[in-house]
């Protein structure tokens, strides 16, 4: 990637670790993902529909393409990444980081869903520690200082992913999303490099 930006996320053509009992691999998505993701996604709209949140003010949707170019754009500023978690070559979820502030504060805000067939198997909780070691500890990363995880408060689900990754509970964040037609409330739950010297995935793993 060109680097016109200082900020430029130099986004790696996957993240994986070695090893792992949950064998998944995050990786940048691109046109040709079109047909399998739409297939997931649809396939899961029910599933994902009542924690799917929309900008207020554009927010009309884009077509697949328009969003993967949208994508480039976010990494050129250093802004944002999404990835594909994929689980011996097939789509199973997605995850991103984004609203990244550098500067004094240096932080990031994950978002994941998984297919409902493979909800239960560790997939997200993997892929957020793999995030989170690439955003924190890589040098090719994006180098922040805190990782947050900020989930309604009847989503079950996700608050296990939030606890088992070892995230700690911030508070309640009063109308900080627009979910569904509303300001929603917001549990925060964060990350920082000292709760997992070793890495968030090392920690996951037991080691």
Same mark, same amino acid.
Not at 20 to 42: A, G, K, M, Q, S
């Given at each position: 990637?060109?680097?016109?930006?200082?900020?430029?996320?130099?986004?790696?053509?996957?993240?994986?670790?070695?090893?792992?009992? $949950?064998?998944? !691999?995050?990786?940048?998505?691109?046109?040709?993902?079109?047909?399998?993701?739409?297939?997931?996604?649809?396939?899961?709209?029910?599933?994902?529909?009542?924690?799917?949140?929309?900008?207020?003010?554009?927010?009309?949707?884009?077509? +697949?393409?328009?969003? *993967?170019?949208?994508?480039?754009?976010?990494?050129?500023?250093?802004?944002?990444? *999404? +990835?594909?978690?994929?689980?011996?070559?097939?789509?199973?979820?997605?995850?991103? @980081?984004?609203?990244?502030?550098?500067?004094? =504060?240096?932080?990031? $805000?994950?978002?994941?869903? *998984?297919?409902?067939?493979?909800?239960?198997?560790?997939?997200?909780?993997?892929?957020?520690?793999?995030?989170?070691?690439?955003? =924190?500890?890589?040098?090719?990363?994006?180098?922040?200082?805190?990782?947050? !995880?900020?989930?309604?408060?009847?989503?079950?689900?996700?608050?296990?992913?939030?606890?088992? *990754?070892?995230?700690?509970?911030?508070? =309640?964040?009063?109308?900080?999303?627009?979910?569904?037609?509303?300001?929603?409330?917001?549990?925060?739950?964060? @990350? @920082?490099?000292?709760?997992?010297?070793?890495?968030?995935?090392?920690?996951?793993?037991?080691?």
């Amino acid at each position: 990637m060109m680097r016109s930006d200082p900020n430029a996320i130099d986004v790696p053509r996957f993240i994986q670790a070695h090893g792992l009992h $949950v064998p998944i !691999i995050l990786r940048p998505l691109t046109t040709d993902d079109c047909d399998e993701w739409n297939e997931v996604r649809w396939r899961n709209d029910d599933w994902l529909k009542p924690w799917e949140s929309g900008d207020p003010v554009h927010g009309a949707s884009m077509s +697949f393409n328009e969003w *993967v170019r949208a994508m480039r754009r976010n990494e050129r500023n250093g802004t944002g990444v *999404v +990835f594909a978690i994929e689980h011996h070559g097939r789509i199973v979820g997605q995850i991103s @980081l984004g609203a990244i502030c550098y500067g004094a =504060m240096r932080t990031g $805000v994950v978002g994941y869903w *998984v297919d409902e067939r493979c909800a239960g198997h560790g997939y997200a909780p993997m892929a957020v520690t793999l995030l989170a070691d690439w955003a =924190m500890f890589d040098p090719s990363g994006p180098q922040l200082h805190r990782v947050e !995880i900020d989930l309604l408060p009847e989503n079950e689900r996700s608050r296990k992913v939030a606890l088992k *990754v070892g995230a700690s509970y911030e508070g =309640m964040r009063k109308a900080y999303m627009f979910v569904n037609g509303q300001w929603r409330d917001h549990e925060s739950y964060a @990350l @920082l490099p000292e709760y997992a010297p070793n890495g968030f995935t090392a920690r996951l793993m037991g080691e």
